[in-house]
Each structure stands twice: as structure tokens, then as C-alpha cells.
């Protein structure tokens, strides 16, 4: 007996495709026969099992409903796509929302796919139905074709917020069209389990709604990762791949129970590095090709836009990569991870950090580029030591990781001189300019010592090379004779003014002095 039924939900991204097609196949691998059909006008469970442009299809589920509609004969395996992994498809595409809307002036509209799934249930022992996120008439009619109803629901506020609103529409059309119709449960998708958010979430599924209908005890859990690396970046992401499979294979205790869980499946493995290129035609132009599949991934895109040393053929000469040739690389590989999760930057050089405020008629290519990347989808920004941190307000909704260096400084300062005095009479923190002098209070007063900053004076009459040049650094501060000195720059770029702020800081009969630049270009 043929057992029909409806993996829906009104709100989208919850994984209703990632259910369908893995249940499907998973009944299909027990030796059952299964047509799954996709209701859904993205044709997201079509392009899932490999059949990537759904919308050429000659013949897909609105144009079977069509054929319903007008009386039409049909033999029982017309447009059915047969999958190497024992599944039978029913395809759908984009021409289901123009159906939709044809459906409201149709005599039983709510019955149309009913009559095509009678005429299916002879042959199969599971109808899997994929619904489109909305509570339409296309989803109407899978509701009033089916045994049962299974609702995926990603561990989130908003998601499960949606949930009474769906199952008051499931008990309208019990109610009025389809008696049969039943909850078959709901399964939480989407799960970190290591977080008390995630558990937080399914405690209040349960609560809300575990007297009223079945909570599967397996849940789908979060995506596994994938650390996508950029040429300009392989050794770093390298270094961070060693220490994640270090860390969790030497976790022997969690990893014996990791390995019975399917919350944690993935979680281990030889290498996290995603297999990816970035190729270039003869013109310059590029683009990226996935070697293996993202879907339900989490992915983290590194990339070094200041790493000058590659190059790349440009009508047979050849040319250094820049900074923006580094960026649209990254969008490249952005725009190829449809179907991951979630797609996360780590960018330890902000690309153009450097322009973080307007002046008169200037482009603020920092803030854009950081909107342009939350547009594609990024849902997350990390940087290190950005110039300017303020420059996050341009995505004030999503998230923007700004981590900075101080403890890792003063380590390795501590450990190159073992023998320095950390107090006000011997050691002194230095600004070489005022856009520096956030980070040189934030280290004297972290170490207990006095700080000093140099101001540029600038002819703003006069531009040399782009810039105006440094007239004279004033000093500002305590006297630093015969003091350790820090020089803490916020950014470096020609080196120019530091080496003129070691040389006035001699003039001025220093001890030592040491310099860092947050950031060098």
C-alpha cells in the first residue's frame, strides 16, 4: 500500500529539499519504490539530484496538472526522471507559479494533484511530495493528497515562531477537504547541538507542541565545514586545516561519541580544505570551478587581498595581482557556493580598510564592498586589526569580526627581549600620528606605563605622490630619555613616517625603540 507524504513548510530554508531527496533515497536504498515530486517553481529538489536547469524540461508537474485540467490522457510514467540512486522524479519548475495562479478559476482546484497521485499509487510504495515555502494553492493541493505531513523545522526563533500558523492550516484542510490527513511529525533541522541556543529551541518545540503532535528524537544537524582557501591565502589556511584536525582527533573521549551521532557526522576528517579553482583565460578574465559539492556546507572563503606575489598571464605579459583582482576572485568563489549554508570571509587584510571615511567627492569602497559581499549572501565578516572598526556600521544587522593583536604582541615581544623592564621609568608607548593613538592607550594602559604621540604637520597646499607631505612630527607627552620605546603604528605602508619617528625619538636620547604596524601594505 502506497504511503503519501508531504515534507512542507511555509517558511523557506528550513531544509525541506535536503529531507526529501536523503528520505527518498534512503527508502529506495531499503528496497522500496519511491517517486518523489517536486512542488516547488525553484525546482530546488530537480537541481539537487542533477538535473540542473529545471526550467527547460519539456514536461514537469504543471504541465501533468495542466493535462489534469483539460482532461487530457496521459500514459503513468510520462515526464518521470529516473535517478542512479533508485528514485523516481517528478520535476518541477518555474512554470508552476503561473500555474498557481490558472488554479483559481479551476472547478476542485484543491484536487488536481490528488487525481495524478491516485493515478501513481499503484506503483510505488512512498509519494515523497517537496512543497514550496508558501501556503498556496500548489501546497494546498499536496495537503489535500496526502497521508501524512512531515514539517521541518530549523532550530531558530523565527521558524518555529511560524509553526502554529502551519498547523492551523494542515487542520483547516483536514477539516474540509482531506480527513485522512495527519501530522507525521516534526523534525528539527539545522542543529548545533553544541550551543545552549540550539538546545534552548528545542526545548521550546517540545513545550509548545510535544502534547499535540510527534518531536523526532534524530534531528539533521548543522552543516559540516569546508574552509575555502584562496591562492593568496593557502599557507595560512593550511596552518588553521592542521589545527582543526589536530584538535579534534586528539579529543579521544568526544570523539568515541561523536562517531555514534549523526549530529556530528563530518565533523571529523582528514582535511576540511574545500577543492576548488580559480582559472584565467588568456584576457585576464577568470573564474571558479567546485570540484566537489558545498550543498548544506559551511563554508569559510579566506583570502589575502595584499599578497602581491602572484601573477597572471594578461595578453602573454605577465601581471601582479592586486587587491581588487584578489576581491572579485573572492566573489567568484561566493557566487559558485549556491547551495552552501552558509558562506563565511576571513579577510586578515580589510580590503580597502584604507578608505574607511568620505572626504568632499570620494567613494567609500571599504563600506561598499562590505555591502556588495552581505548582498551575495555572506553572512559573516572576519577581519584582523581593521583600520577603522567603525566601518562595520555599513552592515549594522550582520555580523562583522573584528579581532585584534595586542596579546599576541606583547607574547612575542616578551619573548624576543625576557629582560625588559615592564614599568613608567623605563619602557614608553609611542603614537607615530593620531589615527594610532586608540591602540597605543589601549598597551600603556594594559602594561601600566606612559604613552606620547607625534602629531604630522602637513602642507595641505602642496601634492606629492597622492599625498601631502609631512611638514614636521611635534611630540606630545613625557620626557623618553634613556626610555625602551614602542612605536605602535595603526598601518604601514612605505615605512616612511616610522623611520622618521625612530630618528626624532633618538634625536630625543631614546633607550631602544621597537616598532608594530596593526596593519602593512
Known amino acids: 500500500m502506497c504511503k503519501v507524504i508531504v515534507i512542507g513548510n511555509q517558511k523557506g530554508g528550513v531544509g525541506k529539499t535536503t529531507t526529501t531527496s536523503n ?26 539530484l542533477g538535473f540542473q536547469e529545471p526550467d ?22 510520462y515526464g518521470i526522471l529516473k535517478h542512479d540512486e533508485g528514485v523516481d522524479l517528478m520535476p518541477g519548475n518555474i512554470e508552476l507559479s503561473g500555474l498557481e495562479v490558472s488554479l483559481v478559476n479551476v472547478m476542485s482546484r484543491e484536487l488536481v494533484l490528488r487525481t495524478y497521485i491516485e493515478q501513481q499509487k499503484e506503483r510505488y510504495d512512498y509519494i515523497l511530495i517537496d512543497c514550496m515555502p508558501s501556503l498556496g494553492m500548489i501546497t494546498i493541493n499536496a495537503f489535500a493528497s496526502a497521508d501524512g505531513i512531515l514539517i521541518p523545522v530549523q532550530a531558530a526563533y523565527l521558524p518555529v515562531k511560524g509553526l502554529e500558523q502551519l498547523i492551523k492550516t494542515i487542520g483547516k ?5 482531506n480527513p485522512k490527513l ?6 528539527l533541522t539545522m542543529v548545533d547541538n553544541r550551543t545552549n541556543y540550539a538546545k534552548d529551541i528545542s526545548a521550546l518545540v517540545v513545550e509548545n507542541y510535544g502534547s499535540k503532535v510527534r518531536i523526532f528524537e534524530n534531528s539533521i544537524p548543522i552543516g559540516p565545514l569546508k574552509i575555502a582557501a584562496l591562492d593568496s591565502c593557502k599557507d595560512f589556511a593550511k596552518k588553521v586545516d592542521d589545527y582543526i584536525v589536530s584538535f ?3 579529543d579521544a573521549e568526544a570523539l568515541a561519541q561523536r562517531q555514534s551521532m549523526l549530529d556530528f557526522r563530518g565533523y571529523d576528517s582528514k582535511s576540511y580544505l574545500l577543492d576548488f579553482s580559480c582559472p584565467r583565460f588568456g584576457s585576464g578574465e577568470a573564474k571558479c570551478v567546485l570540484k566537489e559539492s558545498v550543498r548544506g556546507s559551511d563554508i569559510f572563503a579566506m583570502v589575502d587581498v595584499t599578497n602581491y606575489s602572484l601573477t597572471y598571464q594578461l595578453c602573454g605579459e605577465v601581471n601582479h595581482m592586486s587587491p581588487d583582482n584578489h576581491y572579485q576572485d573572492l566573489k567568484r568563489l561566493i557566487g559558485s557556493c549556491r547551495g552552501a549554508r552558509r558562506v563565511n570571509v576571513v579577510m586578515p587584510f580589510l580590503y580597502e580598510g584604507r578608505q574607511h571615511k568620505r572626504n568632499r567627492r570620494e567613494s567609500l569602497d571599504c563600506a561598499l564592498a562590505l555591502e556588495e559581499l552581505i548582498d551575495m549572501g555572506v553572512s559573516n565578516i572576519i577581519t584582523f586589526d581593521a583600520h577603522d572598526p567603525r566601518v562595520q556600521n555599513a552592515i549594522p544587522l550582520h555580523g562583522f569580526d573584528n ?13 624576543k627581549e625576557p629582560n625588559m623592564i615592564i614599568d613608567k621609568d623605563h619602557l614608553m608607548a609611542i603614537s607615530p600620528d593620531e589615527g594610532a593613538m586608540g591602540r597605543a592607550v589601549y598597551f600603556a594602559n594594559n602594561l601600566g606605563i606612559d604613552m606620547g604621540m607625534f602629531y604630522k604637520r602637513r602642507d595641505y597646499s602642496t601634492v606629492v605622490n597622492g599625498k601631502n607631505p609631512i611638514v614636521a612630527h611635534e611630540f606630545l607627552g613625557a620626557n623618553i630619555k634613556g626610555k625602551t620605546v614602542i612605536i605602535i603604528d595603526d598601518m604601514i605602508s612605505s615605512g616612511e613616517s616610522m623611520l622618521d ?21
Not at 528520505?23 to 539537487?48: F, N, R
Not at 484542510?173 to 477537504?177: D, E, H, L
Open 403 to 415: 579581532f585584534t593583536p595586542p596579546y599576541q604582541f606583547i607574547k612575542a615581544l616578551l619573548k
Open 248 to 250: 579534534r582527533q586528539h
Open 56 to 77: 527547460k524540461l519539456d514536461v514537469s508537474l504543471a504541465t501533468i496538472m495542466a493535462n489534469i485540467i483539460n482532461e487530457e490522457d496521459m500514459e503513468p510514467d
Open 23 to 48: 528520505l527518498g533515497i534512503g527508502l529506495a536504498k531499503k528496497g522500496k519504490k519511491v517517486l518523489l515530486i517536486d512542488a516547488d517553481a525553484q525546482g530546488s529538489l530537480t537541481a539537487s
Open 501 to 521: 619617528v625612530a630618528k626624532q625619538l633618538k634625536e630625543r636620547k631614546a633607550g631602544r625603540s621597537g616598532s608594530t604596524g596593526a596593519m602593512s601594505s
Open 182 to 187: 495527519e501530522i507525521e511529525g516534526i523534525l
Open 173 to 177: 484542510v483536514k477539516r474540509q477537504i
